[in-house]
């Protein structure tokens, strides 16, 4: 493989260098009549709105007072009606494989009795929650929200880079963006049809209240636990309380009262049904899992297994987007479903295989290589982007824990252009789509948080590597 | 509600009405000292002390001198009332009950929080403090504006209120502990007047200078003082309008929860005890015996507020 920038990527916006493909064209349209003067002031203006509002985050190991704003571009990025429906297909059918897979993980283990994963990477996992064996969560979900990484390399190619089964963040971005779009640009609206993202707080708030445990009586009440103000994705959690008018809870607002979860109102303890957590599991219970947590609830975990209270997502789910089990799913979706998946996978190689090793090492400068629990961008090693120097310091703590390790070749991710004051740019991007799994169905809101590298030549899209985000369109049929 | 956003939007309100009163202080402050550099020192201690910051102060610094009073009021992360501080709690909390709270109330929270940090990034000139002190005035009105018109007027707005006229009570009640010697007739001996700059000093830092010279004209007592800034209900920084907001609030939550609690008990006897006796009953009790004893009862409310209410476990 070449070095990043020397091969042509395929430009969602003008094709293979050709003309304007045909989901861009009214917008085009609509751009080549702008003054791009007017454009950049728009630009501004929703800087200046996302930090009055207060859509930061903070990047760990900074100043606390040292908020950021994720970089927000005002150039869409546009799905055609057709490409949607074949994403949305994959996307749903790959989900219900996940919680298909979960299940049997933590039931009769179907799956690793026919030899089609090894059980080592399941009983040797630390994501693996031996205490889920045999536990059947409320209306039978397991990742009642989950995010598809996908990126796409062609025309008709789309691959699923990455599952998140455990907390994905980066809706209400996706939210925000939409908001900010329509109060900047109306007219553009007016004349392209792009389907709403709007409702997915009341998605998400009928889905989880279609899990209450067996001990809810009457509406559901449900709340979202966060960590507090200091977390990264703080401005998430509120503003998705808020969304689905649930209460933000906090570890120490919560207590083991009679049975149930409750939550100190200013009227005495009130019991939640349906627990949108936003926190780790090990933190979830100091109880029964990491004592010197302050983060969670002491007792939540019996409650949870006598039926009290609903966890979303429900605990143990990181086995499912483990990195090391992604190679697995082309296998896991066959297995439950039937059919061959509808998105492939990225090639990838285990690290943990020694043939596989062998090949890595030897190609360590053109591959990406990832630790296998990381995420957000953090301790992986981009192989064309990187120098001798890493490489070899790489190579180093590649060696010394294999088992830690996975790689893929290095995609030529698609661009978009972003708008740059000397006109439009193209940069990479990558999609992540939310899905919905409830008792009554899957639900997966049109479009998803697209991220795309701010910086020339850039593969790296997480926001704490100072990649930015789009509004992401998908157009009416 | 929760109790914890219920502290919240109490200790919002608090941080936020404290981050007022204290630029009150230091603009009544800088008055004296720019007008009468011999009492500045003394001024300064006094400003500190009803901040009640003086002790931490004085582990810092020796002497008062104006720039090093001003800088620590204003900006010192090491002084937790700091304006700079406490706008910064007030972000915290507003943060915390974020979901409690309008878009509009928010935003001026946040707005006020990123102004007067890039204002207060470096040390305040002298020539600019009076604009800076304006603008701190100004986010602080915004802020207001944005709770009075667009706040349900639920519970968490009853909690805000609390929040807000305990701080303020308060403040008063400090200014008049640390100034009280200047009101007894001792000083203001019988039949004369006090010394002008000094009472005018206690009502600007109540923002009252003005509406004291409509109320009473010319005339300038102690007792006339005294009678406004505790017991005068239609002034909205005295004791007693104060008091009167209080009760009123813990009165709603009362009604809107269907439970009596011991807070509400205690702020009647505030208003009752404290509060309904002439100005001359007051002075013949000792007005600093009324104030000390003001201040406690008003912190043991405050304490009663948290509790009965679970701000925390």
Request: charged share 25%; with cysteine.
């Amino acid at each position: 493989m070449e070095r990043t920038g020397s091969i042509s990527f395929f430009d969602e916006m003008q094709g293979q260098g050709g003309d304007v493909r045909a989901p861009y064209q009214d917008f085009c349209e609509w751009f080549d009549a702008e003054e791009p003067a007017r454009i950049h002031r728009k630009a501004q203006q929703a800087e200046a709105f996302f930090r009055t509002t207060g859509i930061t985050f903070a990047v760990y190991g900074q100043d606390e007072a040292d908020e950021r704003l994720i970089p927000f571009d005002v150039v869409p990025r546009i799905i055609s009606a057709s490409e949607w429906r074949r994403l949305s297909r994959g996307i749903e059918q790959r989900v219900r494989a996940l919680n298909a897979f979960l299940h049997d993980i933590y039931h009769r283990q179907e799956i690793l009795r026919a030899g089609r994963v090894p059980t080592d990477l399941i009983a040797r996992n630390e994501a693996f929650l031996p205490m889920m064996m045999g536990m059947d969560p409320p209306g039978g979900v397991y990742t009642h929200i989950s995010g598809i990484d996908i990126v796409r390399t062609g025309a008709n190619e789309f691959y699923v880079l990455e599952d998140n089964a455990r907390t994905p963040s980066g809706v209400s971005y996706m939210l925000e963006n939409r908001e900010t779009m329509l109060q900047m640009f109306p007219e553009l609206f007016a004349k392209v049809p792009v389907r709403e993202v709007s409702d997915y707080p009341i998605n998400l708030l009928r889905s989880l209240s279609a899990c209450a445990p067996p001990a809810c009586q009457g509406t559901p009440t449900v709340a979202v636990l966060t960590p507090g103000i200091h977390n990264s994705a703080y401005f998430e959690h509120s503003f998705l309380a808020d969304q689905m008018g649930a209460e933000l809870v906090e570890g120490h607002d919560l207590r083991v009262v009679g049975g149930r979860v409750a939550m100190r109102t200013t009227q005495g303890y009130k019991p939640i049904d349906v627990l949108y957590r936003r926190v780790d599991d090990d933190f979830l219970d100091p109880l029964n899992f990491r004592p010197d947590s302050v983060l969670g609830v002491p007792g939540i975990w019996d409650v949870y297994r006598a039926g009290g209270i609903t966890i979303a997502n429900a605990p143990g789910t990181g086995i499912a987007d483990d990195k090391a089990l992604y190679s697995y799913m082309p296998d896991i979706i066959e297995f439950y479903t039937g059919e061959k998946a509808l998105l492939p996978n990225v090639p990838t190689w285990r690290c943990s295989d020694p043939d596989h090793l062998k090949e890595v090492l030897d190609r360590l400068p053109e591959l990406v290589v990832k630790e296998v629990h990381g995420s957000g961008g953090y301790g992986m090693l981009v192989g064309p982007a990187a120098s001798r120097k890493e490489i070899a310091a790489f190579r180093k703590k590649l060696e010394g824990n294999p088992g830690n390790y996975i790689a893929q070749p290095t995609l030529s991710l698609s661009t978009v252009p972003i708008f740059t004051r000397s006109g439009l740019a193209p940069r990479h991007v990558d999609l992540r789509p939310f899905v919905l799994m409830s008792p009554a169905g899957i639900t997966i809101t049109p479009g998803g948080l697209t991220r795309v590298a701010m910086t020339k030549g850039s593969l790296v899209v997480n926001s704490s590597q100072g990649g930015g985000t789009k509004d992401t369109w998908v157009l009416e049929d | 509600m929760l109790g914890k956003t219920a502290g919240s939007l109490y200790w919002m309100a608090r941080y936020l009405e404290r981050s007022e009163n204290n630029a009150r202080l230091i603009e009544a402050g800088f008055r004296i000292a720019l007008t009468r550099s011999n009492s500045a020192q003394a001024e300064w201690r006094s400003v500190l002390v009803t901040a009640g910051s003086d002790w931490r102060f004085r582990q810092a610094h020796g002497d008062y001198h104006s720039a090093r009073v001003v800088d620590f009021l204003l900006r010192d992360p090491a002084n937790p009332s700091s304006i700079l501080s406490v706008v910064k709690q007030a972000r915290d909390n507003a943060r915390t009950a974020r979901t409690y709270l309008t878009r509009e109330v928010w935003e001026a929270v946040n707005t006020s929080w990123m102004t007067l940090s890039a204002l207060l990034k470096r040390q305040v000139r002298e020539d600019d403090l009076p604009d800076v002190l304006s603008a701190i005035r100004q986010q602080s009105a915004q802020v207001r504006g944005a709770w009075t018109g667009t706040m349900l007027r639920n519970d968490g707005y009853n909690f805000a209120q609390l929040g807000t006229f305990l701080e303020r009570a308060d403040n008063t009640a400090r200014i008049l502990d640390v100034k009280y010697f200047l009101l007894l007739p001792s000083v203001a001996h019988i039949g004369g007047s006090i010394d002008n700059v000094q009472w005018e000093t206690i009502l600007r830092s109540v923002s009252a200078h003005r509406a004291y010279r409509w109320l009473y004209g010319t005339e300038i007592s102690a007792l006339k003082i005294a009678e406004f800034l505790i017991l005068y209900k239609q002034m909205p920084r005295s004791l007693a309008f104060c008091c009167d907001k209080m009760q009123e609030n813990l009165d709603w939550l009362q009604r809107g929860y269907g439970e009596e609690t011991e807070a509400g008990r205690m702020a009647i006897a505030i208003c009752t005890d404290r509060l309904s006796r002439p100005i001359q009953s007051i002075f013949d009790g000792g007005l600093h015996e009324y104030i000390t004893d003001f201040l406690r009862a008003n912190a043991a409310l405050a304490r009663q507020v948290e509790r009965d209410y679970r701000f925390v476990e």
